[in-house]
């Protein structure tokens, strides 16, 4: 950051007495006004970064709690049914794995015999 504490800003001495000392206060003058300025840009630009991050952050922060609410929302009575569905199928599907491995079986010993 910019010392403002600068000699040639802290310590200045204006003196207007004369048109030419006038003149060299008023370039001086110019010359504070100009870093003034340049850190005021600066600064500005810092605070558009922050403002910048901290929207950022809010909108991350807006995104993870709906993602959360939407985890912790489910329904429950639903995917318990969906769950007994699942089992069921699955169960289903092995008796009938069982069921065709057994009639090849049958058929082996009907041949054999």
């Given at each position: 950051l910019y010392n403002a504490n600068n000699p040639l800003v802290g310590g200045?001495?204006?003196?207007?007495?004369?048109?030419?000392?006038?003149t060299g206060t008023m370039g001086i003058i110019?010359?504070?006004?100009?870093?003034?300025?340049?850190?005021r840009s600066k600064?500005?630009?810092v605070s558009?970064?922050?403002n910048h991050t901290v929207n950022n952050l809010t909108n991350m922060s807006a995104n993870l709690s709906a993602a959360?609410?939407?985890i912790e929302d489910a329904d429950f009575a639903?995917?318990?049914t969906e769950l007994a569905k699942n089992q069921i199928?699955?169960?289903?599907?092995?008796?009938?794995?069982?069921?065709?491995?057994?009639s090849k079986q049958?058929?082996?010993g009907l041949l054999r015999s």
């Open positions: 200045l001495s204006t003196n207007i007495d004369t048109p030419s000392a006038a110019d010359t504070a006004l100009e870093k003034i300025n340049q850190q600064l500005g630009a558009n970064r922050l959360r609410g939407g639903l995917e318990t199928l699955q169960q289903a599907s092995t008796a009938m794995l069982a069921q065709a491995n057994a049958n058929v082996l």
